[in-house]
């Protein structure tokens, strides 16, 4: 099946700096990949819709100026949190959507937590 | 808004036994997933229903999907300790025309298969 990659894997770093997560379509093509959060015991929950080529669209109440993300091509998308706090402390997962295919393949998963 | 709900969430069973999960949701869709999440890990795709009436299986898990009752069901035949995991059922809403997209989790059920 299609893989989907993330780095890192898991983060500590300290209240208001920023980290960026990659997230990557290993052996296809994704027009669109997507960026969830899921903090402990609870649901995934949609952050931002990432297209190539164009601007992301972010769900309500998800701060598109703290979460930046580029789509800068058909095999990668990355997720900044920009000057990060403990709150932002989470498990953040992407997935990615094949050109020709229904299902969405999601990656390994980003474990931050701020100190 | 799209509603996902999921019950029971959680579910302690011996093995041997079978048992349902139930997925309701809100909306119309005809693109449901169910995904399997072993703890400290992402999602592992179980399967992909795209139709009134599809109905999967893989081993002892059968997933089946009514579009009109806005209704899946997972079951579990003869349970293994290995089937211990969160389960989550998650609706597809792109392409509907409702301008959401992505998936939108259930809040999963957490299945404990004692010997």
């Known amino acids: 099946g299609a893989v989907v990659s993330q780095h890192p894997s898991r983060v500590i770093c300290k209240s208001g700096t920023s980290v960026k997560i990659e997230c990557r379509s290993l052996?296809?093509?994704?027009?669109?990949m997507f960026w969830y959060r899921q903090f402990p015991k609870q649901s995934l929950m949609l952050m931002a819709t990432?297209?190539?080529?164009?601007?992301?669209?972010?769900e309500q109440g998800v701060e598109k100026d703290k979460f930046l993300i580029n789509h800068a091509s058909l095999t990668l998308s990355t997720l900044t949190v920009t000057s990060a706090h403990p709150e932002d402390s989470s498990f953040y997962i992407c997935?990615?959507?094949?050109?020709?295919?229904?299902?969405?393949?999601f990656g390994p998963g980003t474990r931050l937590l701020v100190l | 808004e799209l509603k996902v709900e999921q019950n029971p969430l959680f579910l302690s069973m011996q093995e041997g036994k079978n048992y349902t999960i139930y997925c309701n949701y809100s909306?119309?869709?005809?693109?449901l997933y169910w995904y399997r999440q072993d703890p400290g890990k992402s999602l592992e795709s179980l399967f992909v229903?795209?139709?009134?009436?599809a109905v999967k299986q893989e081993g002892r898990l059968m997933a089946s999907l009514d579009t009109k009752a806005r209704l899946s069901t997972l079951h579990i035949t003869a349970a293994v300790h290995d089937l211990s995991a969160t389960y989550f059922c998650?609706?597809?809403?792109?392409?509907?025309?409702?301008?959401?997209?992505?998936?939108?989790f259930g809040k999963g059920t957490h299945l404990i298969i004692q010997p």
């Open positions: 990432s297209n190539e080529g164009s601007k992301a669209t972010y």
């Open positions: 909306t119309t869709s005809d693109r």
């Open positions: 997935s990615a959507r094949q050109v020709i295919e229904e299902t969405q393949y």
């Open positions: 052996d296809f093509q994704a027009t669109t």
């Open positions: 229903l795209l139709s009134n009436g």
């Open positions: 998650a609706v597809d809403m792109t392409g509907s025309g409702g301008g959401a997209d992505g998936l939108t």
